[in-house]
């Protein structure tokens, strides 16, 4: 029995003995525990996420990690007249507000809290 199967054994046994909504979290959290491999996670979460009777562990598993190399993402240049300003939070972290600047070119706006010129 591999490491994942063991993991979805103790979920359901621990679902059994221990039930109601108080217990979810907590129930996943410890059958999950012992799960290195990446492919035994991919398989437990996908377990969770699973219709019931509907889990296939011989389907394909494909992660974001697959998918995406984080050395390789970059973000296209913006459109002429999008403002953009950056946030870093870190290393792995950007926040990126985008602001339209076309759509206040044109503002004839009688609105008190802006200055007049």
Not at 9 to 32: F, M, Q, V, Y
Not at 54 to 81: A, H, R, S, V, W
Request: contains cysteine.
């Amino acid at each position: 029995m591999e490491k994942w199967e063991i993991a979805i054994e103790k979920l359901e046994k621990l679902n059994a003995e221990r039930k109601g909504p108080r217990w979810w979290s907590d129930n996943i959290i410890e059958a999950h525990e012992g799960l290195t491999k990446k492919r035994d996670c991919a398989l437990f979460y996908r377990y969770l996420t699973s219709n019931r009777g509907q889990f296939d562990p011989n389907e394909e598993i494909c992660t974001l990690d697959d998918i995406i190399g984080f050395e390789d993402m970059k973000i296209d240049p913006y459109p002429e007249g999008m403002e953009v300003t950056e946030y870093h939070n870190g290393p792995l972290e950007t926040l990126i507000y985008v602001k339209n600047t076309n759509l206040y070119k044109n503002s004839n706006s009688d609105d008190e809290k802006t200055p007049s010129d």
